[in-house]
């Protein structure tokens, strides 16, 4: 066949038929509806954190005034200032500060304790299995599904029997006991979800219990352990009920602080102090969302649903 | 004679179910044993016993003379190949073949000598500074034999080796198996579900079922002359045709059809009439011209075509059952022709009715 007799029937071919190539895009009424609602919806939740900032950035004069939404017309950052550096909770007015230290003593000391020991865990109960590891994890799973309140004093009795309670030490074991649940259950799912030929094959090379951990496993993990990261971290931020029981008043995170601040009943009510506190505390989790959304998306996929 | 591999008496439960079922098995040095199956036959699971990666329930398995029955996999002088390669996704190739060697805490230029050596063997040299990801199928599988040279053991084991690579590659690596285990002489057991792979590598096929092994013998004997029905059934590709009579003296009855079998060797002799199944290949079944020079010959019209290239397949009926053959590919058959097929019934294999076992 001839190129011209090619060419030919190709065009002849294109006229004949309709529609080739990628569908073009089309904006349809209900796209739009779907858009225009998101939008909305967006709107309104954004609403509340709009407020705060606001108001946050406003002198008590202006507030006092109404006008809720309006952007201050005289910005001032005192407010932020006083709620960081001398705002009082209670006889002490050193503001936040403290407790965003002890906040974040709190945090980098639980969050590897509980995710290593998890680790472990999840990695014996898929890997070495023995006679009643099943019923072991079931066990540990249940925990997840015990109210906290349930055993606030049972462990406030035990912790004070050791002299771990109202210490650092203290509060690290609390979030290391009740992160292990859910920590466990998501290093369980995701190394059943690795190949068991892997841990096969390192062990007719010759390496052990702590040896495939180390050299195999571990560098497997680290998406798993980003998701982890990220849980823990927001987590034990946001704590409050375990802050207040077992941290002991010197150890007080900042969620506590922040309730004692704006709970505050002695003088008046610095609405502004209390939104620029608030915005404050709940900044660190809101970071670790924002940077890390896509990774946590991941790994509860990988991790904790698959399996 | 001293045994590479020797399994005595060897049986595993999970519970209540028995998966291995006292098995005994002796392996000569250097010799390449397949353990053919179908799955769930207990093929793997017997590879992950002489591995040790499974405890048995009872039994002893020795390796190299010496009972290994309570011995870590690292410490028995074996190497694994697995289905799905199992690299250590992490690491280099020459990370993932010299992993064992540095558990071992071996010697720097004695790791580095090994792991030359081996990607010289497997010609994957190129591809030592390369991560597993980076590789395709056939490379994984010979870093995944790489990760057994190394090690210099005596036996190696290979589960389903090939199973997840395409159909040419698959071929291309059988040889390469093949020629490995001439060139290192090494003792090898090979499980797979794959009949081709298991007649063309063996020295030995054990075909298993239900945690038992049926028959083992040599590709040859396993071929033409299976023990039963289910390794008569198994092994070829269509598979054997069976039909159903009677034995009367020397001569198979089926409906209106008697076939003397003058010639076949029984191993028992039968007693009286039995109801039996009488097996014939496809490939020994001949039809036109050679077909007169058979001792039993029938006249019969064909029903389908299944050309293959190389050869046909066709199917037939003979007395009411069916039955397929092979002819080469340049005798024209098509349905509705009647032909003249015929075999000799001493090529085929007489097996009891009630329990299977060849006559």
């Known amino acids: ?307 | 004679m001293q045994h590479s591999v020797s399994i005595k008496d060897l049986s595993l439960n999970f519970g209540q179910v028995s998966v291995l079922k006292s098995l005994d098995l002796d392996i000569a040095q250097g010799e390449f044993i397949v353990l053919l199956g179908p799955s769930g036959c207990g093929k793997s699971t017997l590879l992950n016993c002489i591995a040790g990666l499974l405890d048995v329930s009872s039994g002893q398995i020795f390796i190299g003379g010496k009972n290994v029955t309570w011995e870590e996999p690292k410490d028995r002088g074996i190497g694994m190949v697995f289905q799905s390669y199992a690299l250590y996704p992490q690491m280099t190739v020459e990370r993932n073949l010299s992993f064992g060697l540095r558990v071992a805490r071996m010697k720097k230029d004695e790791i580095e000598r090994r792991v030359q050596r081996a990607a010289e063997i497997l010609q994957i040299e190129p591809l030592l500074a390369r991560k597993p990801v980076e590789l395709s199928g056939g490379q994984r599988q010979r870093v995944a034999i790489g990760r057994a040279l190394v090690r210099d053991v005596d036996v190696f084991l290979f589960d389903e080796p090939l199973s997840n690579l395409d159909a040419k590659l698959r071929s291309d690596l059988r040889v390469e198996i093949k020629r490995l285990h001439a060139r290192l002489k090494n003792t090898m057991i090979y499980v797979t579900h794959d009949q081709i792979e298991a007649m063309t590598l063996a020295d030995r096929i054990a075909i298993m079922k239900n945690g038992v092994i049926q028959q083992l013998a040599d590709p040859h004997t396993i071929y033409n002359k299976p023990v039963n029905l289910f390794v008569a059934g198994f092994i070829g590709s269509p598979s054997m045709n069976f039909l159903n009579g009677a034995l009367d003296g020397s001569a198979f009855a089926t409906e209106n059809t008697s076939i003397s079998l003058g010639g076949y060797q029984f191993t028992k002799a039968p007693s009286g009439k039995t109801n039996v199944v009488l097996g014939i290949r496809p490939e020994h079944i001949a039809v036109g011209e050679d077909a007169r020079k058979m001792p039993f010959q029938f006249e019969s019209e064909i029903e389908i075509v299944e050309p293959m290239g190389a050869d046909t397949i066709a199917w037939t009926k003979l007395g009411g059952q069916s039955v397929t053959f092979r002819a080469a590919s340049e005798v024209a058959l098509v349905p509705g022709q009647k032909v003249t097929i015929g075999f000799d019934p001493a090529r085929g294999s007489v097996f009891d009715a009630a329990s299977g076992d060849r006559l």
Not at chain 1, 57 to 71: S, V
Not at chain 1, 126 to 138: A, D, H, P, T, V
Not at chain 1, 220 to 232: C, G, K, R
């Open chain 1, 1 to 307: 066949m001839t190129s011209e007799a090619l060419s030919s029937r190709a065009t002849g071919a294109v006229a004949a038929t309709g529609p080739s190539g990628p569908k073009p895009n089309k904006l349809t009424l209900s796209r739009v509806g779907v858009y225009a609602f998101l939008i909305l919806a967006a709107l309104f939740f954004l609403m509340p954190l709009w407020v705060m900032v606001v108001t946050s950035l406003k002198g008590m004069p202006e507030i006092r005034q109404g006008h809720l939404f309006n952007w201050p017309s005289m910005l001032t950052f005192e407010p932020w200032l006083k709620a960081w550096d001398t705002a009082c909770t209670g006889r002490d007015c050193n503001g936040l500060k403290p407790g965003f230290w002890n906040s974040v003593k709190i945090t980098a000391l639980s969050v590897p304790v509980s995710i290593v020991i998890a680790m472990i865990n999840g990695y014996a109960l898929s890997f070495w299995r023995y006679k009643g590891s099943e019923f072991l994890f079931g066990v540990l799973v249940f925990g997840a599904f015990v109210p906290y309140q349930v055993v606030i004093y049972p462990l406030i009795i035990g912790l004070s029997k050791v002299g771990l309670f109202a210490t650092l030490p203290g509060i690290v074991v609390v979030h290391t006991i009740f992160g292990m649940p859910i920590l466990t259950l998501l290093y369980r799912n995701f190394f059943t979800s690795l190949p068991v030929e892997l841990f096969k094959a390192a062990r007719v090379d010759g390496a052990g219990f702590w040896g495939i951990f180390f050299r195999i496993m571990l560098p497997m993990s680290v998406p798993i352990t980003v998701v982890a990261v990220i849980l823990q971290t927001t987590g034990i931020w946001n704590d409050f009920l375990f802050g207040t029981v077992f941290a002991g008043r010197e150890n007080m995170p900042m969620t506590v602080q922040l309730n004692n601040i704006v709970t505050t009943t002695t003088g008046i009510r610095e609405y502004n102090v209390n939104m620029a506190a608030t915005i404050l505390t709940a900044a660190v989790p809101l970071v670790v969302y924002f940077v890390s959304g896509k990774w946590f998306v991941r790994g509860i996929a990988a991790g904790a649903v698959k399996g």
